[in-house]
């Protein structure tokens, strides 16, 4: 009979897939990354949001001018702060094809 019980302890211990625990001090987090969009990509997605083909943005060159004449951080809000300053900076056809981004 012992000669079972020490085969069955082989065999179980062999095959067995026991659930590893792992103490919270081990796991390391991954780093998150943050989106750190630059202000060429959020002007335009503030552009396309408010209906500016992507040919007119194109075809004025809109997003090198805003980022030469731009001054501030990446940040949505505050390029979407600047932009009636932007056109008004700008005038002509930018001025025109802008007007409607409020």
Known sequence: MN?????WDKLVNSTSTSPTIVLAEEVEEEPTEEK???VEELLKQILLE????EA????LDILNLFKEWYE?????EE????I???KEA???AINAKLNKVK
């Not at 000669?3 to 085969?7: M, N, P, Q, R, V």
């Not at 501030?72 to 949505?76: H, M, R």
Request: net charge negative; charged share 25%; no cysteine.
């Open 3 to 7: 000669w079972i019980k020490s085969l």
């Open 36 to 38: 750190h969009e630059s």
């Open 50 to 53: 408010a209906h500016v083909s």
């Open 56 to 59: 007119t943005i194109e075809s």
């Open 72 to 76: 501030g951080a990446p940040d949505e």
């Open 79 to 82: 390029i979407r702060a600047s």
């Open 84 to 86: 009636q300053d932007f």
């Open 90 to 92: 700008m005038g002509g």
